[in-house]
C-alpha cells in the first residue's frame, strides 16, 4: 500500500515473503548413527571409507517481514530515503557455501531448524541529500565570485541502525563420539543471552549458561539460540560542483565512512570450551573505524 502526502513525500509499508523447498544442503551419510563409545571408524555404516559429503535437495526454508518505505522526492533541495524492515528467516541448515554447513547430527535434520544465519530482525536506513540554502542552484548570492565559493554545497549520508546476526554455542570436540563434521553444541541450562546493560567486549553472553552434555551424547541447545552485535553507522559525505566552462564541470567531494566513529563489533568466540577470557570475548570489528577520502571528477 502506498500513499501520497504534502511536500512530494510518499509512505509505503508492505509485507514481503518467500518459501523455498528442495534447497541444496549437506549431510554426512557415513556419520554414526548413534552416540557411544569406542572406535568411531568401526561403527559408521561404511567402516572402510571415512566421512561423507552427501549434496542433496531436501533444505527448507521460510521468511516473513514488514516493510516500511518513506521517500521524499527532491523538492527545496532536499531528498530523503527512509527504510525498515522487521523480519525473521528461518531455515533447517545453513547455506553450503559457509562455514560448518553439516548438522550435528546428519540423522537428525529436523533438530537443526532455527533462525538462519543471515537473519536480522530490524534494519533501519536512511539515505538522503541537501543542497545547503544558499549559493548554487538555489542562489542569492549576486557575487559571482563568493557564489563559486559558497554556493552549492550537498551534504548527504546513508545512516543505518539494525539489530544483530544469531550464533550457536558451540564446542570444539565431538561429545557424542559419532565423527560428526558439523558444528557440535553443548548442553544449554537457561537463556544465554545478557541484558543489553551487561553485554560487553568482554563478555558477549553468559558462558555459564552451557555445559557439555553429560555422558556421550549430542548437545540439547538450539542452532543459532543467541544474538550478535549490532550495528550503527553512519556514512557522511560533503560535495560541491565547480562550472569551469559551460561545457566542463569539476566536482570535489569528502566522504566520511563510519563518521561518528562507533565501535560495530564482529560475532563472539562462542565456543564455550575456550575457557574464561577468552569464551564469550570480541577480539574484531565488522566495520572500520571511521575513514575520511576526498576525490575530484572532472566532467567534459
Not at 169 to 194: K, V
Not at 201 to 217: E, M, R, T, V, Y
Request: charged fraction near 15%; hydrophobic fraction near 35%.
Amino acid at each position: 500500500m502506498q500513499h501520497s502526502f504534502p511536500a512530494a513525500v510518499s509512505l509505503e509499508i508492505a509485507y514481503a515473503g518467500s518459501k523455498g523447498t528442495h534447497l541444496q544442503s549437506v549431510t554426512d551419510p557415513n556419520q554414526d548413527p548413534v552416540p557411544g563409545p569406542g572406535d568411531v571408524q568401526a561403527r559408521r555404516p561404511y567402516p572402510q571409507f571415512g566421512p561423507f559429503t552427501a549434496i542433496q535437495n531436501r533444505g527448507s526454508s521460510i521468511y516473513h517481514s514488514l516493510q516500511l518505505k518513506g521517500e521524499k522526492h527532491l523538492s527545496h533541495g532536499l531528498y530523503f530515503l527512509s527504510a525498515f524492515t522487521w523480519s525473521k528467516a528461518i531455515n533447517d541448515l545453513p547455506e553450503i557455501c559457509c562455514n560448518f554447513p553439516f548438522p550435528q547430527n546428519s540423522y537428525d535434520v529436523a533438530s537443526e531448524r532455527a533462525r538462519a544465519d543471515f537473519d536480522q530482525k530490524l534494519r533501519w536506513v536512511l539515505s538522503f541529500d541537501y543542497e545547503l540554502p544558499f549559493g548554487g542552484s538555489r542562489s542569492h548570492i549576486n557575487n559571482r565570485v563568493l557564489d563559486a565559493i559558497a554556493g552549492g554545497w550537498h551534504v548527504g549520508g546513508i545512516y543505518t541502525l539494525a539489530s544483530g546476526f544469531p550464533f550457536s554455542a558451540a564446542m570444539g570436540f565431538d561429545p557424542s563420539n559419532t565423527g560428526s563434521q558439523g558444528l557440535m553444541r553443548p548442553d544449554q541450562l537457561r537463556d544465554g543471552n545478557l541484558p543489553s546493560d551487561q553485554r560487553s567486549p568482554n563478555l558477549w553472553f553468559d558462558i555459564n549458561a552451557f555445559q557439555a552434555p553429560a555422558g556421550i551424547a549430542f548437545g540439547n541447545a538450539h542452532r543459532n539460540n543467541l544474538n550478535g552485535p549490532g550495528q550503527n553507522v553512519f556514512d557522511g559525505s560533503l560535495r560541491k560542483e565547480f562550472a569551469v566552462t559551460e561545457s566542463q564541470r569539476l566536482e570535489f567531494r569528502a566522504e566520511f565512512f563510519n563518521m561518528f566513529n562507533h565501535p560495530n563489533f564482529a560475532q563472539p568466540d562462542n565456543f564455550i570450551d575456550d575457557g574464561p577470557g577468552v569464551a564469550g570475548t570480541i577480539t574484531e570489528i565488522a566495520i572500520p573505524m571511521r575513514q575520511i577520502q576526498f576525490g575530484l571528477k572532472y566532467r567534459f
